[in-house]
């Protein structure tokens, strides 16, 4: 990756920089945020299934579920069960949506170099040909980390 | 998306399944884990830079690099600084150039929906055009979330 201005170049890429990473690792970057994540992508939508599917304290799927509706990531909408009272059920937003090339790319990392070959296969349901999530640039080409440029396009500014 | 066998079906997608999303979590999931690497792509390799640039103590720099290490993401190569005796220094495998969609995704989601808006463009350095994960089929398709399909192609063991 090229930087402008380069790595080296003293303060001009600070510890304390605003970095849209770190930013996006605050409401996605827990795990159990990030199981909850994958749940809401399988479909479920439910207190008790969140609960139920992740073993996850109430507590925490209550804390978790909260914060990513308050960063726009799921939104709130009441279902009513027959017979039972309303309540809320979680969906993902448009942003949760934009979440999806992140989930694959963690689900196909996983399949090719981490733990147990989970018997599982990911595929576009139209033409049956596997998933996986890739870098591109609005031209179209495909990007290697050896081909992106970072650039500062203002001073950062230090507290 | 679709999950065959569907969600509902009992026992078919028990809560200590191996999951590839959660072993890569594992390996990735913590947020220290994922500053090393986003310094690792823009070019870090030095212990003393990792530290210094992250605001990391010297401890988690250490634990999370040799745990990086580990999972095969970087590597140690030795180099001598002048007059200094060798040291190693962190590289990204192949493996861990293969977790740029994830890190892709975590920058470009973070500057559309997160937090302030840092005055960054990340550019692909040949055309100039802004650069993004996207999910795509081994056929070239773009494919959203409602196109996904979940296949479990063995029953999944229960311990």
Redesign the interface.
Known sequence: ???IPP?STPGA?P?????????????I?S?PA??LL?EA????TRFDDFT????LSGATVATRLAELTD??VLERQPYRAPGARSRDEYV?TE?G????????????????????S??????????????????????G?P???D????????P?ART
């Open positions: 990756m090229r930087l790595l890429w510890v304390d920089a605003p970095c849209p990473i770190e930013a996006t690792i605050r409401v970057g795990r990030m199981i994958r992508a399988y479909g479920v139920t599917r992740t073993g960063a726009g993902l942003a949506h934009e979440l999806l090339p992140i989930i694959v790319g963690l689900f196909t990392w996983g399949m090719r170099h981490a733990g147990p989970a018997s599982l296969s990911l595929t576009h349901t139209e033409c049956a040909a596997d998933v996986h999530a890739e870098v591109r640039c609005a031209s080409h990007v290697a980390l081909d992106l440029t970072l650039t500062q396009t203002e950062t």
